[in-house]
């Protein structure tokens, strides 16, 4: 996966937890919990998709790269280059 | 305080109804459904058990609360956060105006909670090969006990008193009688109480009712819930839900509410005999223990809403209580509501209050429907078959549940006359 699908596949999967959530307006570098209505059991949800799709494992120690987008990219890239 | 401001402090009326019922979403169509006898039974196709008939309700599900919420909560608390929401609509109070949200108790009967979420995290870590780290963080938070009433008061801000009564099917009138019990001991101004099942969603009740034989077979679902007809074979279940507005009569007089009725006499009792089957002898003192609390005699009540399911032994059982406690009631009718919607279980009791409420106004007893051949040991006066039956007025209804390990309720309701 490159970054631009794996940007499409958090959008997918942020878009299946909140229907309403307005993703368009999204900026990439601000955390997603501050501009989405987005609590720590939906992080959780985000975390658990990313189990399922990709069989991915994220230690709890490494949440905080998970804070916007773009973090979540850079962090994603490399551990879903080969998928 | 004179006698009469006392007396009307410790009278509790019911003034708003919220429902979703196999059928309908509101009282009004509920009613007009019962009373020209149309069923709300279809068909469900459920993960390992095929189809079998079964009450699916259809209700604006994001009227109160946004999809998100949906999808995180229970089916429960979905059903009771519409519930809430219609009867407090439909009562006309607005919280934080008559009432404080921290005097307002939240009184939940289930028969059961989690097993639905329960079989659908099995289900879904069967997918990864049963490794739990797929299981769902929602887990726990979805199964807690008091989980639908706390989304009910998580929907609206009410931070009084919320928790869930457990009584088999006997459990929304359990709730019923929990929240008029807070009322009068002053714990809490307004109650939102009543019952919610969400048991369709658990193959596992469907196969365990099979397994005991239990389990309704129909080729036209609309057919196969047909409590006192020979060819009754079990219970169709259903989800569904229905939450009371309960209120002390001087406060509700007060605000000028609607009044549906008032709570004249209630009884709770076990059965202390048997895992699954019913007992009249204590089914009959449960009546008659209500009839006292209610200061009534059986002659005085218009008509008994029977808890009977469609299954052999449960309709006889209770027609032998009833035949115990009312051997000479000529003006007394009786009806049953499962045979419309099927067995709603922790919201049955409720459910099938709430559908005869409106017969307080309208007069009219609505039938038992599917009832081609009686069962003679069923055979009780006044049974309304078929065909609505008016009555010259109906001033009193005896409702009835009965659960499962022996537990017996029954409530009279009257009339409301100051």
């Known amino acids: ?83 | 305080m004179s006698r009469e401001n006392k007396n009307n402090h410790e009278r509790i009326v019911i003034t708003g109804v919220g429902l979703a019922a196999p059928g309908a979403d509101n009282l009004a169509d509920f009613r007009a459904n019962l009373l020209s006898g149309t069923s709300g039974i279809s068909t469900l196709d459920l993960r390992y058990m095929g189809v079998h008939p079964a009450g699916l309700c259809s209700f604006d599900e994001t009227r109160y609360r946004k999809k998100k919420e949906n999808k995180r909560g229970t089916r429960a608390g979905c059903i009771g956060v519409y519930c809430a929401g219609e009867a407090l609509k439909d009562s006309g109070i607005t919280l934080g105006a008559e009432y404080d949200p921290a005097r307002t108790g939240v009184y939940v009967g289930l028969t059961e909670h989690g097993t639905v979420e329960t079989e659908n995290e099995v289900y879904n870590i069967s997918q990864y090969g049963y490794n739990v780290d797929y299981w769902t963080h929602h887990h726990n938070p979805r199964t807690v006990l008091n989980n639908p009433a706390g989304e009910i008061t998580m929907t609206f801000g009410l931070t009084g008193p919320h928790y869930s009564i457990g009584a088999a099917c006997a459990a929304g009138n359990a709730a019923l009688i929990q929240g008029l019990q807070m009322l009068r001991l002053g714990e809490v101004d307004l109650a939102l109480c009543g019952g919610l099942s969400e048991c369709v969603g658990s193959f596992g009740i469907f196969a365990s009712f099979r397994a005991q034989g239990a389990l309704a077979e129909h080729e036209d679902p609309t057919r196969a819930s047909r409590p006192f007809d020979m060819a009754r074979n079990g219970i169709v279940i259903s989800e569904g839900g229905c939450l009371f507005t309960l209120e002390r009569l001087d406060s509700a007089l007060q605000r000028g509410a609607k009044i549906y009725g008032e709570i004249a006499g209630y009884a709770i009792n076990s059965d202390a005999k048997d895992f699954v089957l019913p007992y009249s002898p204590r089914q009959s003192e449960c009546m008659v223990l209500a009839l006292k609390r209610a200061g009534m005699q059986p002659q005085d009540i218009s008509l008994i809403n029977t808890h009977a399911t469609g299954t052999r032994q449960g309709d006889i059982e209770e027609c032998k209580a009833i035949r115990a406690v009312f051997a000479d009631c000529p003006k007394t009718f009786v009806n049953n509501t499962k045979s419309l919607i099927g067995h709603a279980m922790g919201a049955a009791g409720v459910l099938e209050l709430a559908g005869n409420l409106p017969a307080f106004t309208d007069h009219m007893v609505h039938p038992t429907i599917n009832l081609d051949e009686l069962d003679p040991e069923c055979a009780l006066p006044n049974l309304v078959s078929g065909e609505t039956r008016e009555l010259p007025q109906v001033d009193s209804i005896l409702n009835s549940s009965f659960g499962m390990v022996g537990i017996n309720s029954v409530l009279v309701v009257k009339r409301f006359l100051a």
Do not use: H, W
């Not at chain 1, 975390?47 to 230690?59: A, D, G, H, S």
């Open chain 1, 1 to 83: 996966m490159n970054r631009d699908d794996i940007k499409d596949a958090l959008l997918e999967i942020i878009g299946d937890i909140d229907e309403e959530a307005d993703l368009d307006a999204l900026d990439a570098d601000k955390p997603l919990r501050d501009q989405l209505d987005l609590d720590s059991m939906d992080f959780l949800d985000i975390v658990m998709e990313l189990r399922k799709r990709y069989k991915l494992q994220i230690p709890e120690d490494e949440y905080p790269e998970l804070i916007t987008l773009n973090s979540c990219i850079k962090y994603l890239e490399p551990k879903l280059r080969e998928i």
